[in-house]
Nanobody, 128 residues
């Protein structure tokens, strides 16, 4: 059974950092790409980052580029999202999702129907 478990959200002041984890089971990161999404109240879900271990492909949305870093630990079958220089506008529920794609790029990541498996969300709140 494929499962994604998200952890690491919380409350942080603007300028602070958080690290989210997406622990995968039922498949290996060699076979699936993992993407991070977020959804703020009243807004559409946005794909913000993606990593494919099979090709080394990564993707960052402009809104997080230079502040967020995606990485993977194959031994733990876990993908991380290190979030630095957080801003109040980063406040959202964050999700991870998995798909068999080998490449991460904007139009693919932003199409929610491409992503086969989803983890539960975790709240990230950035106070000003």
């Amino acid at each position: 059974e494929v499962q994604l478990v998200v952890s690491g959200g919380g409350l942080v002041q603007a300028g602070g950092s958080l690290r989210l984890s997406c622990a995968a089971s039922g498949f290996t990161l060699d076979d699936y790409a993992i993407a991070w999404f977020r959804q703020a109240p009243g807004k559409e879900r946005e794909g913000i980052s993606c990593i494919s271990d099979s090709t080394g492909s990564t993707y960052y949305a402009d809104s997080v580029k230079g502040r967020f870093t995606i990485s993977s630990d194959n031994a733990k079958n876990t993908v991380y999202l290190q979030m630095n220089s957080l801003k109040p506008e980063d406040t959202a529920v964050y999700y991870c999702a998995a798909d068999r794609t080998r490449w991460c790029y904007s139009s693919y990541v932003q199409s929610m129907q491409n992503w086969d498996y989803w983890g539960q969300g975790t709240q990230v709140t950035v106070s000003s």
